[in-house]
């Protein structure tokens, strides 16, 4: 069976930084592209950014570039999402999903709420 | 790359059908078969309803499908259940990119 299962909650304060992770199983991790989205609350999905965990070929959306880092380690079939300093506006909810052909999501973490307050 | 456009609310009875639409550019839906939907109850998380236009994964229900034309693709769900109510995103490829709509919130009344 195949499952995304991604940290736990964060509460953070402006300026701070983060990693949250995505832990897949049940397939071959390295043969399949790993998208971000982010959901602000009350509004809709964005699409972030992906990896391919097997050469770590990254791409982000232009209204994330240079705000987030998506990193990967094959050997513990993880992807990663980072903030070197979280802004308020990072409030949201995260998803990590499986990104097929690159154009649709067939399965989704379960999301982790990052929260940044002072 | 903007988002796509999709109407913010539809509303349909038990057992009608509803279709929602999701409006693009010739950079993304119109030049791509390549849209999916996504229903997503409240506090979960996205779950894939069609893709590649009108395929639908296994388990989905038959009573859902997907269309397209032009630059404007359309779901259609027939004999409306009370479990159908959610909020539906349509989502497109867009070349280096992957575009979302602003999402549909369905009410089953």
């Known amino acids: 069976e195949v499952q995304l299962v991604q940290s736990g909650a964060e509460v953070k304060k402006p300026g701070e930084s983060l990693k949250i992770s995505c832990k897949g199983s049940?397939?071959?991790?390295?043969?399949?592209?790993i998208a971000w989205v982010r959901q602000m609350p009350g509004k809709g999905l964005e699409w972030v950014g992906i990896?391919?965990?097997?050469?770590?070929?990254?791409r982000y959306s232009p209204s994330f570039q240079g705000q987030v880092t998506i990193s990967g380690d094959r050997s513990i079939s993880t992807a990663y999402l980072q903030w070197s300093s979280l802004k308020a506006s990072d409030t949201a909810m995260y998803y990590c999903?499986?990104?097929?052909?690159?154009?649709?999501?067939?399965?989704w973490g379960q999301g982790t709420l990052v929260t940044v307050s002072s | 790359q903007s988002a796509l456009t999709q109407p913010a609310s539809v509303s349909g009875s038990p057992g009608q059908s509803i279709t929602i639409s999701c409006t693009g550019t010739?950079?993304?839906?119109?030049?791509?078969?390549?849209v999916s939907w996504y229903q997503q109850h409240p506090g979960k998380a996205p779950k894939l309803m069609i893709y590649?236009?009108?395929k639908r994964p296994s388990g989905v229900s038959n009573r859902f499908s997907g269309s397209k034309s032009g630059n404007t693709a359309s779901l259609t769900i027939s004999g409306l259940q009370a479990e159908d109510e959610a909020d539906y995103y349509c989502?497109?490829?867009?070349?280096?990119?992957?575009?979302f709509g602003g999402g549909t919130k369905l009410t089953v009344l």
């Open positions: 590649e236009g009108s």
């Open positions: 989502c497109s490829y867009a070349g280096s990119i992957v575009v």
């Open positions: 999903a499986r990104h097929l052909n690159r154009d649709y999501f067939d399965y």
């Open positions: 990896i391919y965990p097997g050469d770590f070929d990254t």
């Open positions: 049940g397939y071959s991790f390295s043969d399949h592209w």
């Open positions: 010739s950079s993304d839906v119109g030049s791509y078969n390549l």
